[in-house]
């Protein structure tokens, strides 16, 4: 069984938006946390979005203010709703979850449960 699983990812012009979602399985040990993580070609992967150990939403200096994470646990599902995307938010964004080993809201060895990721691209 797939752990995670994103979906709404896809191709939208600058200033637009789009809303991704990620349900858990039941067989991820969620705790509290989830997030999002992204990467562009020839580009690390970077934390964007993520509930931290204290409840609170941590986001990158890159997107805060025009990214919202959100959560529902009766749904174990997370979603990330992206607004005013530009064309360098153009990459393979991941769902993440167990944060048992936590490091950091928006370290990537925090995390034990990876998406298998979708694709958001931006056009100028």
């Known amino acids: 069984q797939v752990p995670l699983v994103e979906s709404g990812g896809g191709l939208v012009q600058s200033g637009g938006s789009l809303n991704l979602s990620c349900v858990a399985s039941?067989?991820?040990?969620?705790?509290?946390?989830m997030g999002w993580f992204r990467q562009a070609p020839g580009k690390e992967r970077e934390g964007v979005a993520a509930?931290?150990?204290?409840?609170?939403?941590k986001y990158s200096d890159s997107v805060r203010g025009r990214f919202i994470l959100s959560q529902d646990h009766s749904k174990r599902t997370v979603y990330l709703q992206m607004n005013n995307l530009q064309p360098e938010d153009t990459a393979t964004y991941y769902c993440?979850?167990?944060?048992?080993?936590?490091?950091?809201?928006?370290?990537?060895?925090?995390?034990?449960?990876w998406g298998q990721g979708t694709q958001v691209t931006v056009s100028s």
């Open positions: 993440v979850a167990d944060c048992r080993t936590y490091k950091g809201a928006l370290i990537r060895e925090s995390y034990h449960a």
């Open positions: 039941r067989n991820v040990y969620l705790m509290y946390c």
């Open positions: 509930v931290a150990t204290d409840g609170t939403i």
